[in-house]
């Protein structure tokens, strides 16, 4: 029988060699459990005027937050480590404003999983100002999904429903959404944790509702506290609080402040959790 050439067999062959050899060459490579599982916890660190602020809080927070996950935290791992470490790579780089945002993670081994050494890995993010509030953003609330209320859900782990509601808001034109928990309270944004504001209160979901621990939102209502600018609720919030609020602010880990200026056809003014804001920045510097 004579050789007929299909190019079209032999693109399927060649693809299937390729395959082939890139399985082989991940299944040889010493993956971090981080990429294969999710096998981490994230913790952010701030810079702001060109020094670290808050950096006791995000420590602990991150130690916290390994103890959670039953990772084995190394000696070094102290706060002096991790303030050095920032100074030398990242300030020490003429970065001025932003987040550093850091990943610990379960390596691979051989032995007992608790005892696995763990890895760290960072990268800077710059801002133009950290503690100040951008936006409006468009926001919605979601129901398809809800977030849990367990111990895992305060602290910043893999989370498919984080992942599923940013590329829903990318899909229906909008800039966030709000997250229910079974209970359909509000647990808090894609971005962050969710403060509503109402006369001279706000309230904000506690961390049992499935908020998250966020150190920077800690110490912007602990300065709101001190100085009498508002009450601070923790609360159980049911969904239409989002609808009644004056003002709504979110404060994310990873991307810093936000006001909401509309959810679905309702708007919203930014000036009093703006003004806030601001006299917290004046108190930083």
Not at 35 to 61: P, T
Not at 218 to 228: D, L
Request: glycine share 4%; charged share 20%; hydrophobic share 45%.
């Amino acid at each position: 029988m004579p050789f007929s050439f299909n190019p079209f067999k032999i693109l399927i062959f060649a693809g299937f060699y390729i395959c082939i050899m890139t399985e082989q060459r991940l299944s040889s490579t010493n993956l971090s459990r981080a990429f294969l599982y999710g096998d981490a916890v994230s913790v952010s660190f701030f810079v702001h005027k060109s020094r670290l602020i808050f950096e006791e809080e995000c420590y602990f927070f991150l130690m916290a937050s390994m103890r959670k996950m039953r990772l084995s935290i190394p000696l070094s791992y102290t706060l002096e480590f991790f303030q050095e470490l920032f100074t030398r790579e990242v300030l020490n780089a003429q970065n001025q404003e932003g987040i550093i945002h850091l990943m610990v993670y379960r390596e691979k081994a051989a032995g007992p999983l608790e005892k696995a050494p763990v890895g760290l890995w960072y990268e800077f993010s710059p801002l133009d100002d950290l503690i100040s509030v951008r936006g409006p953003l468009k926001i919605d609330l979601i129901k398809e999904i809800n977030v849990n209320t367990n111990l895992l859900s305060s602290i910043r782990v893999h989370s498919a429903e984080t992942i599923y509601a940013q590329i829903y808001s990318i899909e229906n034109d909008l800039d966030d959404v709000i997250l229910l928990n079974p209970n359909k309270r509000i647990a808090r944004t894609s971005l962050g944790n969710v403060l509503l504001l109402n006369g001279d209160t706000i309230r904000v979901a506690k961390q049992s509702e499935g908020a998250f621990i966020s150190p920077l939102m800690e110490a912007f209502v602990t300065f709101v506290h001190k100085g009498a600018l508002a009450q601070i609720e923790q609360a159980e919030l049911i969904a239409f609080e989002s609808q009644k609020a004056e003002e709504i602010l979110i404060i994310s880990e990873e991307k810093g402040l936000f006001s909401v200026g509309q959810i679905r056809s309702k708007e919203f003014p930014n000036t009093r959790f703006t003004e806030m804001v601001q006299k917290w920045s004046q108190s930083l510097l």
